[in-house]
Every structure is written in C-alpha cells, then in structure tokens.
C-alpha cells in the first residue's frame, strides 16, 4: 500500500499563518512519492518567495484499508 502526497498552501491573513485568504487556497498533486511532492513544493514556493505571507506544505495522505 501506498501514500499519497499533496503541496498545500496560499495567502496567509496575518504572519501567524492560522487563516488562509478567502480564494487564495493551492492544492497540488497527488503526487506518488515525497520526492515528486518536494520538487512541486520547492517550485511553487520559488514562485511565492516574494510574498512574505505565502506559505505551502507537503501533507501525506492517510493510507486506507483495503476493501
């Protein structure tokens, strides 16, 4: 069984990074491996790095039973 990865993120109200913007949420992915995920997020972070509220993760999805 496998995992998948996501680059989550966006514009961030205030520095303490609690509550996104209304409308700036990012989703990525999925991606098969941690790897593929970091390039992703090294990209879209590179992208943003000028904007001092932006801010993105790299989340693994929980891994589900097979049926």
């Given at each position: ?11 961030f ?19 098969k ?12 972070s ?22």
């Amino acid at each position: 069984m496998s995992s998948n990865f996501w680059v989550i993120g966006g514009e961030f109200g205030s520095m303490n990074f609690h509550k996104l913007v209304e409308g700036s949420a990012q989703v990525q992915g999925p991606y098969k491996t941690r790897k593929e995920a970091e390039d992703a997020w090294r990209v879209i972070s590179e992208e943003n790095r000028h904007k001092a509220g932006v801010r993105f993760s790299i989340v693994e999805e929980p891994q589900r039973a097979s049926a």
